[in-house]
């Protein structure tokens, strides 16, 4: 089973179950979308709950605050509009479970 994000801003870490499978390192950009094989993490059975936990987190801006030595490529302050509270971070498009069965010939 794959776990399909199909719009990131900015950083995520993912947990499957409370287990990472993906971390800020890997999930890094804006509107990048991204895909993992999550196969293993879950919990397969009538009575099994899965849980599945993004963490976004939101890009670096010298700007907020203003004490950080970089800035991390993403949509940001303009000086003639006020940014968002939210940093422009989250998950822009759906996100989806793909299920795939084995295949034989």
Known sequence: MELV???ISYRANIFVNGEQVASQDE???TFVAFS???SKKLKFGKNNKNTIKI???RPINIMFPLDNESTDLSISFLDWNVPP???NMGLWKPVYLHITKAVSM
């Open 55 to 57: 963490q976004i987190i």
């Open 27 to 29: 999930t890094v950009g």
């Open 36 to 38: 993992f094989d999550i």
């Open 5 to 7: 994000l199909k719009g």
């Open 85 to 87: 509270p939210d940093t």
